[in-house]
């Protein structure tokens, strides 16, 4: 593994324990600057996880809770006159960070969630005719409940194709939780985790990922499978173009992580679930057949003919 990225999952571990390849696929998407939804149950440790990633490499981190009543300037700041100068001055929201957690996204009204499109993708603000570059590195990870559905609201397919992957987290295993009520001070064990990386590194790491080539048979292996998602009867809305490209990314990302300055199919195999199945919309037969997006995209991926 390489040497950065082992230190950054051992800070990482200090935190959140039993969840190694969860931590790994949030890193690999750091790497390829995308962005992380975060789907699962309350008081797994979705937060801590965003907090300790953030103090891990001296990012700025900011958290919003979203519910119906926060507005767009609560995301991407507001323009207000300076009562000395009598100028509008830009006032940022939280959105203009490192790190962003927007926690509980699916409870944002759909104007708040719109809100968010340009600065996931273009990471940029636009307020009153202007625009604001965010720092680098930018990172978005939305929470979401799956089993509440009581004031929420549906993720539009723009926002969620933003996302570069979707992970959970999950119960830990009894020997594990075991180990996690033997922690003393869990919230100072946070506050004081150390830097191990700076925001430097990152954008470094970022710049090594993309120099990690992938041989021509394996990128057709890649849209072989992306192409199979939009032929299925099984899918009503395949896998977009942006979907093929984070797929690839996160491949480079994944074989970076290995330290290797090449693509493996295993590479694409082991990434594709959680870069692929939030992107598919099942048609009737395919919840009949499959049930969830996650066993569609594995039946897909079955069928590919490995290279």
Do not use: W
């Not at 950065?4 to 935190?15: F, G, S, T, Y």
């Not at 390829?32 to 149950?41: S, T």
């Not at 295993?173 to 830097?195: I, V």
């Not at 984070?246 to 990434?271: E, Y």
């Amino acid at each position: 593994m390489n040497e950065q990225i082992a230190r950054l999952l051992e800070n990482i571990e200090k935190i959140i324990i039993g969840k190694t390849d969860v931590i790994l696929k949030i890193i690999s998407a750091l790497l390829c600057g995308g962005h992380v939804l975060v789907e699962d149950v309350p008081g797994v440790g979705k937060t801590q996880l965003v907090v300790a990633l953030a103090r891990s490499v001296g990012g700025k981190f900011n958290r919003l809770q979203l519910t119906p009543d926060v507005m767009p300037s609560d995301i991407i700041g507001f323009s207000m006159p300076n009562p000395v100068t009598k100028e509008f001055e830009y006032r940022p929201g939280a959105a203009m960070c490192n790190f962003l957690l927007a926690d509980e996204i699916n409870r944002a009204s759909p104007k708040v969630q719109s809100s968010l499109l340009e600065v996931m993708e273009e990471r940029q603000i636009s307020v009153d005719a202007q625009t604001y570059a965010l720092p680098r590195p930018f990172m978005a990870l939305a929470t979401q409940n799956p089993v509440e559905a009581y004031g929420t609201y549906h993720l539009p397919e723009a926002q969620i194709d933003r996302f570069l992957i979707r992970v959970s987290l999950g119960y830990l295993t009894p020997q594990t939780e075991t180990l996690l009520l033997d922690r003393d001070e869990p919230e100072k064990r946070l506050e004081e985790l150390p830097a191990v990386l700076s925001l430097q590194d990152i954008l470094g790491l970022q710049e090594a990922v993309k120099a990690v080539k992938t041989h021509d048979m394996v990128k057709q292996y890649i849209i072989s499978i992306v192409a199979a998602t939009r032929a299925s009867e099984d899918i009503k809305l395949g896998v977009s173009p942006r979907g093929s490209i984070g797929l690839h990314n996160m491949a480079k990302a994944a074989a970076f992580i290995k330290g290797r300055t090449f693509v493996t199919p295993d590479d694409v195999i082991g990434c594709a679930v959680p870069v692929l199945a939030h992107r598919l919309m099942l048609s009737q037969r395919g919840k009949g057949v499959h049930k969830t997006q996650q066993a569609a995209a594995g039946h897909i991926l079955s069928q590919i003919a490995v290279p």
